[in-house]
């Protein structure tokens, strides 16, 4: 069983950055070449894409995040961090990460969150305006 950890959500102001960051962990044979995401949920909101990056580190991002947030991979590949410059007061929800197994890294798969098999228990992110 693959297990989802992420951590360093907070209270910033508008215009703040902060990085949040998500560990795999469990039988090797299942976190390697694990396709990772970050999802992310407001109150009243349904869950929402925000950004993938593949095993090879091939990224993908929402239009609503494009240019301010950054997913990197570590040397291990089994975390990812989410760097979120620029922060408005909409960017404010409880960030949830992500990851598949499938290894299915396109555009119509990966947006999905009934893709993703495992999921960490969420961060929350605060922005104030």
């Known amino acids: 069983q693959v297990r989802m950890v992420e951590s360093g959500g907070g209270l910033v102001q508008s215009g703040d950055s902060l990085r949040l960051s998500c560990a795999a962990s469990?039988?090797?044979?299942?976190?390697?070449?694990?396709?990772m995401a970050w999802f992310r949920q407001a109150p009243g909101k349904e869950r929402e894409f925000v950004g993938a990056i593949s095993w090879s580190g091939d990224t993908y991002y929402a239009g609503a995040v494009k240019g301010r947030f950054t997913i990197s991979r570590d040397g291990a590949k089994s975390a990812i961090d989410l760097q979120m410059n620029s922060l408005k007061p909409e960017d404010t929800a409880t960030y949830y990460c992500a990851a598949d197994t499938s290894g299915r890294f396109f555009y119509g798969v990966i947006v999905r969150d009934d893709v993703y098999e495992y999921w960490g228990q969420g961060t929350q992110v605060t922005v104030s305006s």
């Open positions: 469990g039988p090797p044979e299942q976190v390697k070449d694990l396709i």
